[in-house]
C-alpha cells in the first residue's frame, strides 16, 4: 500500500508524466533510500586497503553510464566550489532484472513493479586537496524548476528526463542540470543504486541499531519498533529508513532517519571486523555489482585515490535550507529557501578567493541596499538607517520573500564594498550572485542585524512591510521549525551520546 499523501494516482502510462507524477509518487513510501549501501559499500572499498583485484572485480561488475559530465548542457551552475570534487549518490526503487521472486519477496515489494522516481539524492562534497567532506541531502519533495517541465518535486526529474527515449543518461542529466541550478555546485560524477543492492548490503554488515524517541507503527512501510534502542535486521532497516507516514516533519525527518543510519552503519563498515573478514567483503561487493550504475567517467581506482585524503569516520551531513512542507496542488511538498541557498553552500564550500584577499572600502564609497526577508517589522528600515549612520549610502529598504539567512549579495568585481557591509553585520555571509547589479543586505529569520541598529520591535513577531518602499516581492512564506542546521559531523551527531531521534 501506498503511504505517500499525494493526490490520487492513475495508471502507469510508458512514458508518461503523469505515471511519473501520479502513479509513481504513490509508491514512495515503498521506496528505501538505497543510496546509503552504496555510500557503505564504497566506504569498505576506499578505506578497508584490500586486494588490487577487489577494485578491478568491483569496477568491471557495475553499469557505466555516458553523460560527459560535468556540465550537462543547459546547466546555469556558476560552480560555487571551484576545483572541489561532487559525486552525486542516487537511489531510487528499480529493481535489477535479474532480480528472483526470493529476493522481493524478501524485500516486500513483490506486488510492487518498482520506478524510476529518485527518492534519495545526496551530493557527496570533497574538497580540493582533502579535508573532511560533507553529505548534503537534497529531499525529494522538494519544489523546485524542472528545466523544460515547469515546477513540481525534485524526484520526479529524473523520470522526466527518462521518457520518450531519454533512458537513464537523460533522466541523470535533467537530475543534475535542476540540482545544479539549485544549488550553484558542479556535479562531477553520479553512483546510482537500487532497493535491492540496498539490501543485500545490509545484509552483508549484520544487524543495525537505533534509537527513536517514540514508539512507531506504520502498515504503509511495514515498520513496528518501540520507543528507545532496537537492532533492526535488514528488512526493518528497509522500513526505518523508508518510513515517511506518521513523521512529525515527513520527509525531512526521513532524511534526518538517513544520515542517523549512515553513522551507524559507517562505524560498522569501519571496523576490523568488516575489513578483515573476507566473507563480508565479497557479499558486499557482489551486492553493489548487482545493482549498482556509475558515469563512465568514474572508476573504483580512480575513487581509491580521491578518498585517500579524506577521513570517512568524520564525514558531515546536512540538508538544504527550507521553510516548510506546504501541500501544493493536493501533493505533499518541501519548500526550498532558495534565497539562502548561496550562504548555506557557502557554509560548505568557503568563500571566493577574491573575496577572501579583498580588504574592506571606506563605507563612504559604498553604495547598499536593505531587504526585509525577516520577521522583524520594519526592519529593513531601521538597518538602513544604522548603515547611513556608519557613512554607506543607503537606498530605499524593501522587502522580499522569508528567509532563514540574513546575507550580504553582490556581483564579481564588488568584493571589497560587500566585506565593508558584511563587517558591520555580524552573523551575515557575504554570497556573490550572478544576478546582483551592486551591493545588497538581506535580513533573514535568524535575527542578525547591523550593529546599532534600533528596531523597537521583538524579534520574533510577525513579518510586514518597510512603508518607504511598496514591494512587488511574492508574499512571504511562513518559516517552520524545519529550517535546516548547521553540517554537522556523521558520529558525533548521531549515536555517541545515545541520541534518538523521530
Not at 177 to 191: A, C, K, R, W
Not at 244 to 254: A, F, I, K, S, V
Not at 262 to 280: C, D, I, R
Not at 486 to 493: D, L, N, Q, Y
Amino acid at each position: 500500500m501506498p503511504n505517500d499523501d499525494d493526490a490520487a494516482g492513475a495508471p502507469i502510462a510508458e512514458g508518461g508524466r503523469s505515471a511519473v507524477r501520479h502513479g509513481r509518487q504513490r509508491r514512495a513510501g515503498r521506496t528505501v533510500l538505497p543510496v546509503i549501501g552504496g555510500v557503505l559499500a564504497m566506504a569498505l572499498v576506499l578505506t578497508g586497503g584490500y586486494a588490487a583485484w577487489s577494485y578491478a572485480q568491483l569496477d568491471d561488475s557495475v553499469t557505466k553510464v555516458h553523460l560527459a559530465l560535468p556540465h550537462p548542457s543547459g546547466s546555469a551552475s556558476p560552480d560555487a566550489d571551484g576545483a572541489a570534487e561532487n559525486i552525486l549518490l542516487v537511489g531510487d526503487d528499480h529493481r535489477p532484472a535479474d532480480a528472483t521472486p526470493q529476493e522481493l519477496a524478501e524485500l516486500g515489494t513483490q506486488l510492487d513493479d518498482g520506478a524510476t522516481n529518485t527518492d534519495t539524492m545526496i551530493v557527496l562534497h570533497i574538497p580540493a586537496g582533502g579535508g573532511s567532506a560533507t553529505m548534503i541531502s537534497f529531499p525529494r519533495d522538494s519544489w523546485v524548476p524542472i528545466p523544460g517541465h515547469g515546477t513540481f518535486k525534485l524526484n520526479s526529474a529524473y523520470s522526466d528526463g527518462a521518457a520518450n527515449g531519454g533512458g537513464d543518461a537523460g533522466g541523470m542529466r535533467l537530475l543534475i542540470q535542476t540540482m545544479e541550478n539549485m544549488s550553484g555546485l558542479s556535479i562531477d560524477h553520479f553512483v546510482r543504486v537500487s532497493l535491492l543492492g540496498f539490501y543485500q548490503l545490509v545484509k552483508a554488515l549484520g544487524p543495525v541499531d537505533v534509537c527513536l524517541n517514540h514508539a512507531v507503527h506504520d502498515p504503509d512501510s511495514n515498520i513496528d519498533l518501540p520507543a528507545g534502542k532496537s537492532e533492526l535486521n535488514p528488512s526493518q532497516a528497509l522500513s526505518f529508513v523508508r518510513q515517511r507516514e506518521g513523521l512529525p516533519r515527513g520527509d525531512l525527518d526521513r532524511e534526518v532517519r538517513q544520515q542517523y543510519f549512515l553513522s551507524q552503519e559507517a562505524k560498522q563498515v569501519l571496523s576490523a571486523g568488516t575489513l578483515l573478514n573476507p566473507v563480508k567483503v565479497s557479499a558486499l561487493l557482489h551486492g553493489v555489482g548487482d545493482a549498482v550504475q556509475i558515469d563512465d567517467g568514474l572508476s573504483i581506482p580512480s575513487l581509491v585515490n580521491t578518498f585517500r585524503g579524506i577521513d570517512l569516520s568524520n564525514i558531515r551531513s546536512t540538508t538544504i535550507p527550507t521553510t516548510g512542507t506546504p501541500t501544493i496542488d493536493g501533493y505533499s511538498t518541501v519548500a526550498v529557501d532558495f534565497a539562502a541557498m548561496p550562504a548555506f553552500i557557502q557554509s560548505i564550500v568557503g568563500p571566493p578567493a577574491a573575496y577572501t584577499a579583498a580588504k574592506a572600502a571606506a563605507p563612504a564609497s559604498v553604495h547598499v541596499s536593505v531587504q526585509n526577508g525577516g520577521s522583524v517589522t520594519n526592519g529593513a528600515t531601521a538597518a538602513s538607517a544604522a548603515l547611513t549612520a556608519k557613512g554607506f549610502t543607503v537606498g530605499a529598504p524593501s522587502d522580499t520573500t522569508t528567509t532563514t539567512s540574513t546575507v550580504v549579495e553582490y556581483p564579481a568585481g564588488m568584493e571589497a564594498q560587500a566585506k565593508a557591509v558584511a563587517e558591520v553585520v555580524p552573523g551575515a555571509t557575504a554570497v556573490r550572485s550572478t544576478t546582483a547589479t551592486g551591493v545588497t543586505l538581506v535580513l533573514g529569520t535568524d535575527g542578525h542585524t547591523v550593529q546599532g541598529t534600533g528596531t523597537g520591535a521583538a524579534a520574533g513577531t510577525s513579518a510586514s512591510h518597510d512603508a518607504q518602499a511598496p514591494s512587488t516581492a511574492p508574499a512571504k512564506a511562513k518559516a517552520s521549525s524545519g529550517s535546516t542546521p548547521k553540517p554537522s559531523a556523521v558520529g558525533s551527531a548521531f549515536g555517541d551520546q545515545g541520541t534518538c531521534i523521530n
